[in-house]
Nanobody, 125 residues
Framework: QVQLVEAGGGSVQAGGSLRLSCAAS????????MGWFRQAPGKEREGVAT???????IYADSVKGRFTISKDNAKNTLYLQMNSLEPEDTGMYYC???????????????????WGQGTQVTVAS
């Protein structure tokens, strides 16, 4: 069983930055895929970034060059550094864990069994 708790959301102006964190308990990050997803009002949940056990990240095209996913295995914490934020980045951000695989992380939310409660990110134009 994995428990995930996100923090770090907030409201910023376009061009600003935020860093999200996701603390895990119950299991170690170092053994499975982790991901950040987001959901805007009226839209489906979409993948933002994933990271595997070898610290290899994959990003959605919309955030490449602006967002960075990382993890601190010693602290069992996942991060998402978000720079050059745009109004289109507004949404609820969730971290998720796919404990069935450690590499070739999936991009679809249904493959992730464990989810945090979400943290709201609002970017004003």
């Amino acid at each position: 069983q994995v428990q995930l708790v996100e923090a770090g959301g907030g409201s910023v102006q376009a061009g600003g930055s935020l860093r999200l964190s996701c603390a895990a308990s119950g299991s170690s990050y170092s053994t499975y895929c982790m991901g950040w997803f987001r959901q805007a009002p009226g839209k489906e949940r979409e993948g933002v970034a994933t990271i595997d056990i070898h610290n290899r990240p994959i990003y959605a095209d919309s955030v490449k060059g602006r967002f960075t996913i990382s993890k601190d295995n010693a602290k069992n914490t996942l991060y998402l550094q978000m720079n050059s934020l745009e109004p289109e980045d507004t949404g609820m951000y969730y971290c998720a864990a796919d404990t069935r695989r450690g590499a070739y992380c999936y991009w679809v939310s249904r493959e992730y069994a464990y989810w945090g409660q979400g943290t709201q990110v609002t970017v004003a134009s």
